[in-house]
């Protein structure tokens, strides 16, 4: 939790900071007036800690989410429980006394998985756990029983081309990164329907796993064949590996009832502390809403959009007035590519040199441990100096690395980002 007091920092520095470093060329102050300026916030900065870590806020984000999803539930893109959430937040954020509180309408994907059914046939009756992928088709309603082939890479199927038409292309990747490792799940199906497979079973994208498919949002492309496509747990896909590799002939059994609706109607959901020197200057933080309907979204992004939330509500408790506006942005549709995001960018996008950085937490609260940053040099020693003031908390560390989805059309653009917050994961992840 405690990266966000970060955010409140980067509202206090003067106008060279962030992005508007380079918006003239010309430094009003020098690097060491910005330095001796960060300094004079250490008191700022102990009252946010102590009213946050031992003050009447401590633990008020976990009590707010825990509430919420216990409430809600899991809110899957175009569900009727994304829009309960939606309108929930937009009440607490004005029960909350946030400033120009407001809804922003998108379209989102709507897709519901149906019943979802896979069994082992040979060489024994083995029930496969399975979790269907956002966007995928639907087996025929007899379902679908066939050979498998398993593979461990895109590679090894392209060699193998010819021993996959008519089958179900098993994928036992090994886990690298999440990063890295994810494109089986995104591009898995299409890859396999290339070869003429009649479904794809991927390996879910996690380094542990207790029996537990993943589940995730996947990609058909124009002009290949679409074909249902799943998650399976780490120990199904490597049982299968073992006995493909003694050569013993496994055929399963699939089916899924998904369906694809056309687009619906969402909302991202805003709220500010206006500026008080440059209130159209913006530092925008945000997380998701929207989950998979499979869990209650509780870490995934619930974690992230309501410490978030926290951010604002501090800064208001304490009665400070940031000179840039805080603006908090909760994305709808992040799980399916995140499209609510997207459109908040095209909509916002031609006053894009009003955003002097962006940020997004949608990777865990665990204990935190730094941030990552993108951005020029200056402004990366200028957040350097800001996470000093985090010394007693220590959090400190910048990493090289910045990265999220709802954030990524700003970066491209050139927006400083401080990406996610990097934390230390417990022992069994």
Known sequence: MKYLFLIFFMNFLPPCAGKSLSRDGNYSKTFEDIKKEIGGYSNIAKAIIDLAVHGEAQNRSYERLAVFADTIGPRLSGSKNLDAAIKYMFSALQEDRLENVHLEPVKVPHWERGEEFAMMLEPRNHSIAILGLGNSVATPPEGITAEVIVVASFDELHRRAQEAKGKVVVYNQPFITYGETV??????????AK?????????????FSIHSPHTGWQNYQPGVPQIPTACISVEDAEMMSRMSLRGTKIVVYLKMGAKTYPDSSSLNTVAEIVGSKYPEQIVLVSGHLDSWDVGQGAMDDGGGAFISWEALSLVKDL???????????????????????????QLHKENISNFDIVMESDEGTFKPMGLGFTGTDEARDIVKEIMTLLLPINVTNIYDTAEGIDIDYWMRDGVPDLGNLWVQLPSFF
Request: hydrophobic share 40%; charged share 20%.
């Open 183 to 192: 494109q089986y799940r995104s591009q898995g199906a299409v890859e396999a």
């Open 195 to 207: 070869v003429g497979a009649v479904a794809s079973l991927i390996r879910s994208i996690a380094s």
């Open 319 to 345: 009665g400070l007035r940031p000179k840039r506006t805080l603006r908090l942005v909760l994305w709808t549709g992040e799980e399916q590519g995140g499209v609510g995001a997207e459109q908040y960018y």
